[in-house]
């Protein structure tokens, strides 16, 4: 597709054949084998997700029939639900978990950010052979945590079909936080696409999906603005790299319906509350491919936990998450009802859902924001950043050991370079305060792969930016506190493991739009090697972004410790967000011997290749 | 106006080639974004393995490998770029690709002709091996097999390269030898211009060069036939797409003394009416 590009800010209308907003009752039909009620704890409602406790539980992965859009289609579901049931489970306990196959196809269940001997984490192929037709496989394992988590299938699309479901840990010792309602808020989408049809379709053509493009018109309009010349030259990058500055989500509402708690906007999924009362909601994104955007107007959310893990509490007004991240948050209501809205990062739908004293309430629902175009920061890192300012200040760059700046006069001018806040990736390599251990910081020299130079690989960044505290595309100075990476600090006594890591590794997060295809340093996962670790030892992870896509990376078997690029530890995680051009680093201790999987959350973008093995030994 | 639209038709090919070649000047700077080779000092992206693979190694599954995602899964596409019907020459007209295969390595079936009645009058059918060279482009190597209605059928090799260049031009080039020492080159290259996200503007040229005369066939060596055409497509979806269009064809030298010889028009102008669509 051609690329001329459309004006930086345009409301995307919802538009009824693009926006599903789905059936008011649509989910799993009420068709339930006898087989099956005999493995289902309770009724299954409308927006009543079930839910299971104890120390055994049963689930039952079968075939089922949904209609989301007015049209039926099969679904993948355990226990006949979409979400799963809801497992609340104590920290502490040993829980046996048994999984039932009922599909013609093998299965796996995967328990999300939970620590457990590898043979437990669900991954075929890597900590087990998978669950064949007709099997019960069983799970056994002592929960050593407590928070938010999920579960889901980690067997080719069956995630998307409808295998997902919340995993709530009660902590032995009481809540820190004290709550008089709690729910499950469980952000997902859903095709009714065969989903390799969806991800065949990307392979033939990437921007199948993206009704956004830049289109002639808008260049006219452009030119009617800004002249020819500055037209052409805000779209000149674009054109010569062939990137487009849209791609945001690989797919849109143009084939997804975004869900909540398994219900289409229409259906409006609703918690009560009483007046007065303290809600603690648990935001876990188990969407397959969507980022979401979530507030509710006239409510501060106080963040408490992410991914499961205790933060020091921060307010806010609005959160991005990728799939596989969770945060929990309070809210204090006083008026009589409040629309949670959750727009995908795309722009081109939402989800949404209400609290209220009483069902049957709603509040308004907010336009959808407008679509961004990616800026020269998210292009460019740091580089990208400075590019906003006058072209003689580029002169004084060339101190700055980042090469020449040959071919780059053109960008000067292009448009949308706010974020100044991605030089202070610059300026601590300028600086150079030599420490004593050079590992006592993250490196911040970047070290392509020399895979990256192939066919695999459509961009790399020289200049990447290192900041945590930029929302996003879409985010940039909305008006509202949006949370970043920045905000989010784990409680004193959490990140214990004070030791100076024993070795840096970097990976380079990559891929090629054009052909679809997604890799850590330009090899897919059938032309990788495994990550080996020893087990106990102390490791920093730099995982540098050379697309310009966000991917929420998620390592299994061991915690994610982010730190800045100052090496100071800020938060422990099980899935990162890494944004275009951005380069974070984490810290991680291997407790659990075995082999684990380490990919991006995006299941398409796992499924092309973004995937690698790790080995504790 | 037919030296305008020749005109236009080299100004479409030399651009797209000039653009690739602007770009492969801004790669000498040092802030190379895409492709290039490594420097020597590439981090190796084995480096963490300590000799481990997917198979070998501490607690690796035994047996073959299980896993395997969609980067080895082998994908079949088929696009029929141009399906549509002239009614002022009563022909029909098809050009179709398919491709089966990896990410960077497949076969691709390219068959392009035109049919009256129901009769095939040619066609060119292309079998190639597609490999992926650098990040928008492919190398393409196989056969190709010309009919002809009334002529001599020809057999070539095929050696050509595919792919996106800067400023999104499609681009196909490729060189040809067959029996008897005959040689050919053929370009084409496509842009497609957004007008809204569901209506698009397709120009489009292709140019044929032969190193011999084959006058059994019509066709002159040097430049034999340029001709330029221009689709405007509803897409009803991304992969169904009406179209209506013009296309302009002229002829050179030894085939244009031959045309001319058989009392056909040298250049000609149709209106046609088709279907773009792709699964």
Not at chain 1, 127 to 139: M, Q
Request: glycine residues 10%; proline residues 5%.
């Amino acid at each position: 597709m051609s690329q001329w590009l459309p004006q930086q800010k345009r409301s995307l209308q919802p538009n009824r054949r693009r926006f599903v907003q789905g059936l008011a009752a649509g989910g799993v039909l009420a068709a339930t084998p006898t087989w099956l009620q005999a493995a289902m704890s309770s009724k299954v409602a409308q927006g009543q997700t079930p839910v299971l406790s104890g120390r055994e539980i049963n689930l039952v992965i079968a075939e089922s029939p949904v209609n989301f859009t007015g049209v039926t289609r099969m679904a993948t579901t355990i226990n006949g639900s979409i979400p799963a049931p809801t497992l609340r489970l104590r920290e502490g306990d040993e829980v046996t978990i048994r999984v039932t196959n009922h599909l013609a196809v093998a299965t796996s269940i995967h328990w999300h950010g939970i620590l457990l001997p590898y043979q437990m984490d669900g991954v075929p192929g890597i900590s087990f052979k998978g669950i064949a037709p007709g099997e019960t496989f069983t799970y056994r394992f002592t929960l050593q945590q407590s928070g938010t988590y999920w579960y889901h299938s980690h067997s080719g699309f069956q995630e998307m079909t409808g295998m997902y479901g919340a995993l709530i840990i009660e902590p032995r010792a009481g809540e820190r936080h004290r709550s008089d309602q709690d729910y499950v808020v469980q952000l997902s989408d859903w095709t009714d696409e065969d989903p390799m049809r969806a991800f065949s379709k990307l392979k033939m053509q990437s921007d199948v999906y993206n009704f956004n493009q830049p289109t002639f018109f808008d260049f006219s309009e452009d030119v009617s603005k800004v002249g020819l010349q500055g037209a052409l030259e805000k779209r000149q990058m674009w054109n010569q790299m062939r990137m487009n500055p849209t791609d945001l989500n690989d797919l849109s509402a143009a084939t997804l319906t975004f869900l909540m708690n398994g219900t289409a906007p229409n259906g409006n999924w609703t918690g009560l509350f009483q007046r007065g009362q303290r809600i603690r909601l648990r935001f876990i994104n188990a969407a397959s491919n969507s980022f979401y955007d979530v507030r509710i107007p006239g409510l501060k959310l106080t963040v408490i936990q992410a991914d499961g893990q205790d933060v020091e509490p921060v307010s806010v007004d609005e959160f991005r998450f990728g799939p596989g991240e969770t945060y929990d948050v309070l809210v204090e209501p006083a008026d009589d009802a409040y629309t949670i809205f959750a727009q995908s990062m795309d722009r081109t739908g939402y989800t949404r859902g209400t609290l209220a004293l009483q069902q049957g309430l709603s509040a308004p629902v907010p336009a959808l924001d407008p679509a961004e175009w990616l800026t020269m920061s998210d292009m460019m890192g740091a580089m990208g950043s400075m590019a906003g300012m006058n072209h003689d200040s580029m002169k004084g760059m060339e101190g700055m050991n980042h090469g020449s700046m040959k071919g780059m006069q053109g960008m000067g001018s292009m448009d949308g370079m706010k974020g100044m806040a991605g030089m202070k990736g610059m300026d601590h390599s300028a600086m150079n305060h030599q420490p004593k251990n050079p590992l006592a910081k993250p490196s911040s020299t970047v070290n392509h792969a020399s895979s990256e130079y192939g066919a695999s690989v459509d961009m790399r960044v020289d200049t990447p930016r290192t900041n945590l505290d930029d929302p996003g595309i879409g985010l940039r100075n909305n008006g509202r506190r949006v949370l970043t990476l920045a905000d989010l600090k784990s409680i004193n006594g959490l990140l214990d493991d004070r030791r100076t890591p024993t070795k840096e590794l970097e990976l380079h997060l990559t891929g090629n739009m054009e052909r679809y295809s997604w890799s850590f340093d330009g090899l897919e996962f059938g032309k990788s090697t495994p990550v080996s670790l020893k087990h106990g030892e102390r490791v920093r992870v730099i995982l540098q972004n050379d697309t310009m896509m966000t991917h929420p990376m998620h390592l299994h078997g061991m915690w994610s410790e982010l730190e800045t690029d100052q090496g100071e530890l800020r938060v422990r995680r099980h899935t990162i967000p890494v944004q275009p051009s951005q380069r974070i680093s984490f810290l991680t201790t291997p407790n659990d011997l075995g082999r684990w999987a380490w990919h991006c959350h995006l299941l398409f973008h796992m499924d092309a290749g973004m995937f690698r093995e790790v080995v504790v030994s | 106006m037919s030296n305008m639209k020749h005109i236009v038709g080299f100004a479409v090919i030399s651009a797209a080639f000039n653009a690739s070649t602007s770009w492969a000047q801004m790669d000498h700077g040092e802030m190379q974004m895409q492709g290039g080779s490594a420097p020597d000092n590439a981090r190796d992206p084995h480096a963490y393995s300590d000799g481990y693979t997917l198979t070998d190694g501490p607690y690796a599954q035994q047996g073959p490998r299980q896993l395997k995602l969609a980067d080895e899964h082998a994908f079949l596409s088929v696009l029929g770029d141009r399906l549509e019907y002239s009614e002022d020459s009563g022909d029909t007209t098809f050009d179709l690709l398919a491709r089966y295969g990896t990410t960077y390595d497949s076969l691709v079936v390219k068959a392009e002709g035109d049919t009256k009645g129901s009769q095939l009058e040619e066609s060119q059918t292309d079998l190639l091996w597609s490999h992926a060279i650098s990040v928008f482009f492919d190398t393409q190597l196989g056969v190709r097999l010309d009919q002809y209605k009334e002529g001599s059928d020809r057999q070539w090799l095929a050696a050509g390269i595919q792919g996106l260049a800067p400023y999104w031009f499609e681009l196909d080039a490729t060189a040809y030898l067959g029996d008897d020492g005959r040689t050919a080159l053929t370009f084409e290259a496509e842009y497609e211009l957004l007008l809204t996200q569901k209506l698009v503007l397709q120009p489009r040229a292709e140019l044929n060069l032969y190193g011999k005369d084959d006058p059994s066939n019509g066709l002159g060596s040097g430049l034999s036939d340029l001709s330029i055409g221009l689709r405007l497509r509803y897409e009803i979806s991304r992969q169904f797409a009406p179209y209506v269009g013009v296309e302009w064809s002229d002829a050179y030298g030894g085939t244009a003394d031959y045309r001319q010889a058989a009392g056909q028009d040298i250049n000609d102008t149709q209106l046609v009416a088709g279907l773009r669509f792709w699964f």
